[in-house]
T-cell receptor, first 118, second 113 residues
């Protein structure tokens, strides 16, 4: 159980185009999903918290107009990188939150999406 | 959330137990200890978590000291596939801080034949 998928696994795009990444919880419902970014040889950095049916909460320094997040259902969140530029090239990872015993929360991560902007 | 300290790297022989330490001396009473690992070019994988009691699952055991200021993740029989970066994360469960995971640099565990 607790499987999270991401699509696509890797994408190459031209500078100025927009890229959409999907994150799905396959066997559980996730009220909350999270988006992280990881640069080479660096640790994961939280970009935003996505709650189903409401606006995402962005971390400081993350441009909400550039990284559009939609959490339309309890199993799907999308991240759209708008007008992508080479500096947006990175490894994007989502996670989905599952609640145990009514109060303990565990995040399960997707396999990641590698974005390369030329 | 409390800060954690882990050794930057460790080695382990295949088939032996791997014991990964984590120091979290400023942990609060409502903070849990979570362990994740990240194999190269993949998303992090949840391993185990605990509050104060020792925990065991099919992947590993988590030993938390009585004062909760440190913990050890034990992989009982390490394999080559356990080579990864291991992250020890302390976080509040419940309340408004619910949900954030702050990843440090972790421990690079290398399992060798």
């Amino acid at each position: 159980g607790a499987v999270v998928s991401q699509h696509p696994s890797r994408v190459i795009c031209k500078s100025g185009t927009s890229v959409k990444i999907e994150c799905r919880s396959l066997d559980f419902q996730a009220t909350t999903m999270f988006w992280y970014r990881q640069f080479p040889k660096k640790s994961l950095m939280l970009m935003a918290t996505s709650n189903e049916g409401s606006k995402a909460t962005y971390e400081q320094g993350v441009e909400k107009d550039k990284f559009l997040i939609n959490h339309a259902s309890l199993t799907l969140s999308t991240l759209t990188v708008t007008s992508a530029h080479p500096e947006d090239s990175s490894f994007y990872i989502c996670s989905a939150s599952e609640i145990h015993r009514g109060y303990e929360e565990t995040q399960y991560f997707g396999p990641g999406t590698r974005l390369l902007v030329l | 959330d409390a800060k954690t300290t882990q050794p930057p790297s460790m080695d382990c022989a295949e088939g032996r137990a791997a014991n990964l330490p984590c120091n979290h001396s400023t942990i609060s009473g409502n903070e849990y200890v979570y362990w994740y690992r990240q194999i190269h070019s993949q998303g992090p994988q949840y391993i185990i978590h605990g509050l104060k009691n020792n925990e065991t699952n099919e992947m590993a055991s988590l030993i938390i000291t009585e004062d909760r200021k440190s913990s050890t993740l034990i992989l009982p029989h390490a394999t080559l596939r356990d080579t990864a970066v291991y992250y020890c994360i302390v976080r509040v469960v419940g309340g408004t801080s619910y949900g954030k995971l702050t990843f440090g640099q972790g421990t690079i565990l290398t399992v060798h034949p």
